[in-house]
């Protein structure tokens, strides 16, 4: 049985990630912050108590910034793999907390790469990088497209990035960088664009909110659904050598026709209820991202399964039951408002 640690597995990602790997019949460890509040709401449907003999996750207290902590789960576990996701991974917020992302989104990815090497085990590491690092370099990106960060998120992942390979040239370690464009689904945190529209829609339809209030509506993205995602995660630590690869559709969007597709659905017209608040814009935003996924697909087999239109269409339908409601129970009160 294949041991896998998770940084990051109460996250969209990390969850859709455990999901998987369970799927595989490995063992799935993962790092979990310890809490005021509940934080495993996303890993809660395959938790089981460790006591339990078919218990195959198993979560441990730790934080990115704690490098011993980080070096002793993974000195006990010895994994087979590590796959990095853990981070303050709002670019809005880093504007707010610069330092704070650059502890954990950057040092802490040195803090992971030191705790394997001193470990000495065989253990492959995905880090989770980011299309934001393209920054403004014209589109379509691809791996030889140049970084240009425009937030203090993007820049620690460029920094974690360039640590990534140069541990693998420098120590001979498996470790992979991937490099995701936007991907989202029915766990998307709340406060990130996609899962704010969705979430608006349902509870403008339920009579609990009057409007939705965004920020830059022409900014375009290459938008694909989490769990095609981490399947390409997965395949970039099965594949013959390390390597860094660009995950994303190909197919781009504003935020405005996110919009509009969600309102569409359920037979409202978006320009109704979307306005814009100066809050919501960041000091530097990035135009415009569109993967060019080419190497993705020749060297690991990945394709994305799930369209535009489905991935706006399921983060809809999933927030309406949220609220009590099906799609057409939703398009009846719509058409009354
Ligand atoms: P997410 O939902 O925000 O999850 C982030 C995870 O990191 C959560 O489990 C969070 O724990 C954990 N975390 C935050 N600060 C931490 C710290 N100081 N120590 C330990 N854990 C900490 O993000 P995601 O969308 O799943 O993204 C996963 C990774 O992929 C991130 O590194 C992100 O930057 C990167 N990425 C995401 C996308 C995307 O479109 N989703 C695209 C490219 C790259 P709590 O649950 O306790 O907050
Ligand atoms: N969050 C948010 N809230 N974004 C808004 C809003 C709003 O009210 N209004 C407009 N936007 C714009 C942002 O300015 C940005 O241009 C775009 O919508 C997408 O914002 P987010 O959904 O916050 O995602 P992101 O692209 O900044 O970052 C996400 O994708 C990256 C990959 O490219 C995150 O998941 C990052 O962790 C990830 O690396």
Redesign the pocket.
Known sequence: MKRALI????????SHLADLLLSKDYEVHG???R?STF?TSRIDHIYVDPHEEDARLFLHY????DGSQLARVIREIEPDEVYN?????HVGVSFFQPEYTGD??AL?VVRLLEAIRKAEVETKLYQ????EMFGDSPPPQSEDTRFRPRSPYAAA?VYAYWMVANYREAYDMFAANGI?????GERR?ETFATRKITQAVAKIVAGKQDALYMGNLDAVRDWGY?GDYVKAMWMMLQADEADDFVIGTGESHSVRDFCAMAFDHVGLDWDRFVLTDPIYFRPTDVEYLQADPSKARGKLGWVPETTFEELVHLMVEYDLSAEGMTLDEARTKAASL
């Not at 730790?62 to 910034?65: Q, R």
């Not at 996701?85 to 991974?89: K, R, T």
Request: net charge negative; charged share 20%; proline share 0%.
């Open positions: 940084t990051g597995i109460t996250g969209q990602d990390g790092i979990r912050r809490a934080n730790g934080d990115m910034s996701l853990a981070a303050q991974s954990i989104d802490g989770a990088g980011t299309s992942k995701l464009f936007n991907h989202e945190g989490a």
